[in-house]
């Protein structure tokens, strides 16, 4: 059987768990984040802080290279959905 799967999305995503920090600009919040899904247009991440939909976001995300010195992003981002995710520790997180 043929697979009939389109696959929509123009880059490839990498399966990469990475801490990283985004703060909004508008209120300065910022929030601890964790990175599982990685691409050249976007990520996948869980947040301390609830961002609404379309706030935008500086964020600084340290990538390693193996072999060497750590390589420092510094980026702008959108947050383009958000949900509540059930916490069991007591402290609420986002995606």
């Given at each position: 059987?043929k ?8 880059h ?22 964790v ?59 986002f995606?």
């Amino acid at each position: 059987m043929k697979n009939t799967t389109v696959e929509r999305r123009a880059h490839a995503r990498f399966p990469k768990t990475i801490d990283f920090q985004g703060t909004s600009p508008d209120s300065g919040a910022t929030a601890q984040m964790v990175a599982s899904d990685l691409s050249l247009g976007g990520v996948y991440c869980t947040s301390t802080a609830d961002y609404p939909e379309m706030t935008r976001l500086s964020v600084s995300m340290t990538l390693p290279d193996g072999e060497g010195p750590n390589s420092t992003l510094d980026l702008d981002a959108v947050v383009v959905r958000r949900k509540k995710l059930n916490s069991s520790t007591g402290r609420p997180r986002f995606e």
